[in-house]
């Protein structure tokens, strides 16, 4: 089986390690940075690089690993070119604007909206992590619109990698990862900016950051040209969980400016109820 990942960083990257070595499959990368391409030759991400018409006339299954603004915009015309043969995916934060995108495309049913839950707070192909997806989540949206040979062919790369497959709406896709992902992103960022604004002696940050601050802060290293994307097409969502974001926020300012103790430990005690959902399963 012929696989073309396209984009070469953390998440098509960590795909391709964990094919590469797999038992009758090829695996042969796309990526419009040159320095991308000799990464993933030299670390052995891929068995090849190729250009994308190749990969679109040739492979059996086409991985989308690029930015959602890209995806958006690649999707229809990979569709228009592939054979009966291929099936496409992606592995996009957000669902609902690329299901849109080629919602009435003749090829649609070769198309497969996937979500894998991994990452890291690094990017490029030097990031990319064998093992990264080994016990984690993919979700496949809108499956009544993909055929059963394409689910099937997805669901079994998926889980040769070490994932388990769920499944959801596009449109609650996206409103649950705005509450529990990227809402954190943007939370890590805004962390981020508050510490740099009002700390001016950088080596305190350095020396003082405990566990705590580096591990609240990770996710603020992350690409924004992977997250401004994911932001803008989720933003309605995002923006939804943000206003009750800050209305907590200006809770806890206000029990500080008014010295209430009891208020600030209700808020905690409620809060410490996510230590209950988080042991589930």
């Known amino acids: 089986m012929k696989i073309g990942i396209v984009g070469l960083g953390l998440i098509g990257g960590s795909i391709g390690l964990g094919l590469v070595r797999q038992l009758n499959v090829k695996v042969i990368g796309v990526d419009q940075n040159p320095q991308h391409c000799d990464e993933a030759i030299r670390l052995g991400l891929v068995h090849e690089i190729m250009q994308l018409d190749e990969v679109v006339r040739d492979a059996d299954l086409i991985v989308l690993a690029i930015p959602v603004d890209g995806i958006e915009q690649?999707?229809?015309?990979?569709?228009?070119?592939i054979s009966d043969r291929t099936v496409v995916t992606d592995v996009?934060?957000?669902k609902?604007?690329?299901c849109t995108a080629v919602k009435n495309h003749p090829n649609r049913e070769r198309y497969v909206a996937s979500h894998p839950l991994a990452g890291t707070e690094f990017s490029g192909p030097s990031a990319a992590l064998e093992g990264l997806y080994?016990?984690?989540?993919?979700?496949?949206?809108?499956?009544?619109?993909?055929s059963k040979e394409a689910i099937d062919l997805v669901k079994r790369v998926f889980s040769s990698l070490g994932m388990v497959n769920?499944?959801?709406?596009?449109?609650?896709?996206?409103?649950?990862?705005?509450?529990?992902?990227?809402?954190?992103?943007i939370s890590s960022f805004t962390l981020s900016l508050t510490v740099l604004d009002i700390e001016k002696d950088e080596d305190q940050i350095f020396n003082l950051a405990s566990t705590g601050f580096a591990s609240t802060v990770r996710l603020a290293k992350s690409s924004p040209q992977t997250w401004a994307?994911?932001?803008?097409?989720?933003?309605d969502h995002l923006s939804k969980a943000l206003g009750q974001y800050i209305d907590r926020l200006q809770e806890f300012k206000s029990a500080?400016?008014?010295?209430?103790?009891?208020?600030?430990?209700?808020?905690?005690?409620?809060?410490n109820s996510i230590k209950r959902i988080l042991k589930k399963g």
Request: net charge negative.
């Open 229 to 235: 994307p994911i932001f803008s097409k989720n933003k």
């Open 92 to 94: 996009g934060s957000t």
């Open 134 to 146: 080994n016990g984690k989540k993919n979700i496949i949206c809108e499956m009544e619109r993909s």
């Open 96 to 98: 609902a604007n690329i």
């Open 256 to 271: 500080l400016d008014k010295d209430n103790r009891n208020a600030s430990v209700a808020l905690m005690e409620e809060a």
């Open 74 to 81: 690649l999707l229809p015309s990979i569709l228009d070119n």
């Open 166 to 185: 769920d499944y959801m709406t596009a449109d609650a896709h996206d409103r649950h990862l705005a509450y529990v992902s990227h809402l954190s992103h």
